[in-house]
């Protein structure tokens, strides 16, 4: 089976800079993504990252360590739209390519 | 962008009864479709993934005969609940993903479905 393990909540200033953590455990890893979701909202894309590394899309960053299992995505330059639940999904190909999802992760954003 | 619509945003019916949910692949062509439910506060749980043409895969603990899925073309695919009960009241949410490689699924805006 897969498990992800990201913090449930967040708490941040305005203008700062935040970093959510992912660890995952999963047979068949293909590459790890980030989706951000508002309050009634579907999910949307944030990042992709299939090889070790930071990579950059304005002003979030999403970095992933193979070896440790682990991702991160860096929300910098906080605005208050921003708040929104941020989750990590792994994709794995075993015998279909599908995505799982994590908990999630509560952002709240303080002005 | 690519878009994904779903039909209907919300619905209400009365237990034992079925609903019918549509997503459809708006301005590309979905080889995979796959299909979510979501309590509230609570993550996505995968409940299936279908590929145009053939049956569906189910993820364990999801009834397929509960929850039956098609997709018959590339660009749609619905789910029907089957005698619905107030426990299946829930968010449902499609997403697709196109041929080539591509890893990235869009989501369609959701389906509240509440059932009395």
């Known amino acids: 089976g897969q498990s992800l393990e990201q913090p449930s909540e967040v708490t941040a200033v305005e203008g700062a800079i935040v970093q959510i953590n992912c660890t995952y455990q999963?047979?068949?890893?293909?590459?790890l993504s980030w989706y951000q979701q508002h309050d009634g909202g579907a999910p949307t894309f944030l990042s992709y990252n299939a090889l070790d590394g930071l990579e950059e899309t304005g002003r979030f960053s999403s970095f992933l360590s193979r070896s440790d299992s682990y991702g991160y995505l860096l929300l910098q330059e906080l605005q208050m739209k921003d708040s929104a639940s941020y989750f990590c999904?792994?994709?794995?190909?075993?015998?279909?390519?599908?995505?799982?999802f994590g908990k999630g992760t509560r952002l709240h954003i303080l002005p | 962008g690519a878009v994904v619509s779903q039909h209907p945003s919300w619905v209400i019916c009365k237990s034992g009864t079925s609903v019918k949910i549509e997503c459809r692949s708006l301005d590309f062509q979905a080889t995979t479709m796959f299909w979510y439910r979501q309590f509230p506060k609570q993550s996505l749980m995968l409940m299936a993934t279908s590929n145009e043409g053939s049956k569906a895969t189910y993820e364990q603990g999801v009834e397929k005969d509960k929850f039956l899925i098609n997709h018959a073309s590339l660009t749609l695919s619905t789910l029907t609940v089957t005698s619905a009960h107030p426990e299946d009241s829930s968010f449902y949410i499609c997403?697709?993903?196109?041929?080539?490689?591509?890893?990235?699924?869009?989501f369609g805006p959701g389906t509240r479905l509440t059932v009395t």
């Open positions: 999904a792994v994709r794995v190909m075993n015998r279909d390519d599908k995505i799982i």
């Open positions: 999963t047979s068949g890893f293909y590459g």
């Open positions: 997403s697709a993903r196109g041929g080539g490689g591509s890893y990235e699924q869009y």
